[in-house]
Nanobody, 116 residues
């Protein structure tokens, strides 16, 4: 059974930092990519950062240079280090795993609120 559990969301002032974690289980093979998505209030869910099976990473233009995605296979955890946070980074952050078959799995989300 696939399970993704995000944590680390919080209320933080602009300019601050947070690290989000996504603990995953039941997924050990045929993973194409793992990533973070953000859904701001009243908006669609958008890609923030993704790490591919070859360990390359891609970022939304809005977070390049500020966010870093990584994973620790020994802990089965995906991370998102967020620095220099801006008010527009506010939203619910979701972890997503995509398999090569095309199937995808989502976590329940963790809320990040950045105040000015």
């Amino acid at each position: 059974q696939v399970r993704l559990v995000e944590s680390g969301g919080d209320l933080v002032q602009a300019g601050g930092s947070l690290r989000l974690s996504c603990a995953y289980s039941g997924i050990f093979f045929s993973v194409a990519a793992m990533g973070w998505y953000r859904q701001a209030p009243g908006k669609q869910r958008d890609l923030v950062a993704v790490i591919n099976s070859d360990s390359t990473a891609n970022y939304a233009d809005s977070v390049k240079g500020r966010f870093t995605v990584s994973k620790d296979n020994t802990k089965n955890t995906l991370y998102l280090q967020m620095n220099s946070l801006k008010v527009e980074d506010t939203g619910v952050y979701y972890c997503k795993v995509e398999r090569r078959s095309g199937s995808a799995y989502w976590g329940q989300g963790t809320a990040v609120s950045v105040s000015s």
